[in-house]
């Protein structure tokens, strides 16, 4: 149990253009998905904090206009990054929680390359 | 501000050997601790989760502790094996969830 998915699991983009990141909890109802990037031979920096039927809220020095954090259902969080540039290459993880539990199960990743 | 550390970045052994991998963290206040692998390329496979009330918590042939009073964590590795090859990171909530993540340490295993 407690299985955190992400699609697609690998992406090239342009830079200027958009793209989609997903994170679903497979078998568990997640209502707190947090978002981190990692970038090479770094750890993982937390970038968001989303709660199923709220703004998501963003670390310091994360641009939320950049980074737009969807998280409508209790089993589906988005990241889209806008506009990417060469500097958002990234590979770019979510983890999900249910509600009163500790702890958080990961996601697989997803790497995004933008040339 | 939290910090965590881990000693050493790097850490390549002889097939057999028992090890230990440190992690540091600044604020001793904290909610639990957490044990990952990573390998390379991939998510996140946790080993161990440490609440802040336990001392320690052991599986298979890992064993983590955790001092919060000198805020040290290690993880022991017994008899290691070619494939306990990965990246071990440690990290810490605080109370509000948010993992604050150590810097790793890449384990190599020799055959």
């Given at each position: 149990g407690a299985v955190v998915s992400q699609h697609p699991s690998w992406v090239i983009c342009k830079s200027g253009t958009s793209v989609k990141i997903e994170c679903r909890s497979l078998d568990f109802q997640a209502t707190t998905m947090f978002w981190y990037r990692q970038f090479p031979k770094q750890s993982l920096m937390l970038m968001a904090t989303s709660n199923e039927g709220s703004k998501a809220t963003y670390e310091q020095g994360v641009e939320k206009d950049k980074f737009l954090i969807n998280h409508?259902?209790?089993t589906l969080s988005t990241l889209t990054v806008t506009s990417?540039?060469?500097?958002?290459s990234s590979f770019y993880i979510c983890s999900a929680k249910q509600l009163a539990e500790y702890e958080q199960y990961f996601g697989p990743g997803t790497r995004l390359t933008v040339t | 501000k939290q910090e965590v550390t881990q000693i050493p970045a790097a850490l390549s052994v002889p097939e057999g050997e028992n090890l230990v991998l440190n992690c540091s963290f600044t604020d001793s206040a904290i909610y639990n601790l957490q044990w990952f692998r990573q390998d390379p390329g991939k998510g996140l496979t946790s080993l161990l989760l440490i609440q802040s009330s336990q001392r320690e918590q052991t599986s298979g042939r890992l064993n983590a502790s955790l001092d919060k009073s000198s805020g040290r964590s290690t993880l022991y590795i017994a008899a290691s094996q070619p494939g306990d090859s990965a990246t071990y990171l440690c990290a810490v909530d605080s109370g509000t969830y948010k993992y604050i993540f150590g810097t790793g340490t890449r384990l190599k295993v020799l055959a």
């Open positions: 409508a259902s209790l990417a540039h060469p500097e958002d | -």
